[in-house]
């Protein structure tokens, strides 16, 4: 998706909102855009993601329309944007999924009856009602298609969003923008993740940990996350080694965050001192089972997965080395070859199997008409 895509999505941010046009000149510019950006990062600590996305699209299109949309003064507020939008979207899709829970199949089925008797007594209707009522099915399936249009839309929104913050962070060199290039490269990930697009995901998950760690010791909590998150994608991918490598990765992280803190901890001299790292790490030691978790269940799948392969494996060599055409009570031939089933010829008896033709195969039968393969 082109950066063009993005440049036509802040325009229409900057139509949708004529006050940002009105924004102070020169400097005044930042400063305003500061402030809402402060606005905005409140109101997604408060949980209003929807009002932090008003206020985060007003500073991007205040921004591009000053400096141009791949400034670096916009980096900040795309990716927080972005961020937003990504949040917005997964409120969308939990809603959604809520309102499909817990609906009754009985209901659907009556309802389904309703509206089959509604058909069948469709024959008494004039053409005009026939008419109308398409009208009302189009105009049905018209607003479904904007409101997924809509859903969409913010993912793709948030996608075009972060993309522009890359190009802008992943030019500069220094470690801090380095770093904001890999948090976005983070939320990429999830992105992708969240799309269904996993492959792409794991792309740029990787890209992430490899800024990490080149810029992070190796106890900081953002590695941990980053391998987190490529667990649980190659997880979804059915790439369970790996999964379990990045899981594993991520508890040798937050124990040695884990021993960080400790220190600090019987360093500290009173009750009320460390109090944030005590916090940290209470919260951290929580995280450990279920991470844990992830681990005992991608060996479980692992093992579950080569079992089936094996048995796969097994049937198919069964199958190569056994004959195309199985004898009449399901089995392959013995020798390869097929045997054909035949009737009992004149006066032989009749307790002989019909697949034994042992008795023909000694003597020629004096009435070749005798013999007949079955159908």
Partial sequence: MPEETAAASTT????????????????DV?????????????????????????????????????YGDTADECGEAFFLCGKALLELARMENTVLGNA?????????????????SKIESADNLDVSDDDDDDD??????????????????????AWEMLEVAKVIYKRKDDKEDQLMAAQIYLKLGEVGAESGNYSQALEDFNECLLLQLKHLPSYSR?????????????????????????????????????????????????????????????????????????IE??????RIAATASEAIHQTLAGASTSSAFPSENGAPSENGASQIAVRPADGASSSKSASDISHLVRKKPANPSSVETSA
Avoid at 12 to 27: F, H, L, R, V
Avoid at 297 to 302: A, F, G, L, N
């Fill in 12 to 27: 229409e941010s900057m139509e949708e909102k004529p006050c940002s046009s009105s924004a102070p000149d020169s400097s």
């Fill in 30 to 66: 930042i400063e305003e855009a500061k402030k809402l950006i402060g606005t905005g990062n409140r109101h997604l600590v408060m949980g209003d993601v929807v009002s932090a996305v008003s206020v985060f699209q007003e500073a991007c299109a205040m921004l591009a329309e000053k």
């Fill in 100 to 116: 499909l829970e817990g609906v009754p199949e009985e209901s659907s089925e009556e309802g389904d009856k309703q509206n089959d």
């Fill in 136 to 157: 009302d099915d189009e105009a049905e399936g018209d607003s479904k298609d904007k409101e997924s249009e809509e859903e969409v839309g913010n993912l793709q929104l």
């Fill in 222 to 294: 953002l590695l941990a996350e980053t391998h987190y998150q490529l667990g649980t994608t190659y997880s979804y991918t059915a790439q369970y080694s790996q999964a379990i490598e990045h899981f594993s990765n991520s508890i040798k992280v937050i124990e040695s965050r884990l021993a960080m803190f400790q220190e600090v901890i019987d360093k500290a001299e009173g009750e009320e001192a460390a109090q944030e790292e005590k916090s940290e790490l209470e919260e951290l030691k929580r995280l450990l089972p279920e991470i844990t978790e992830k």
């Fill in 297 to 302: 269940d991608s060996k479980e799948s692992q």
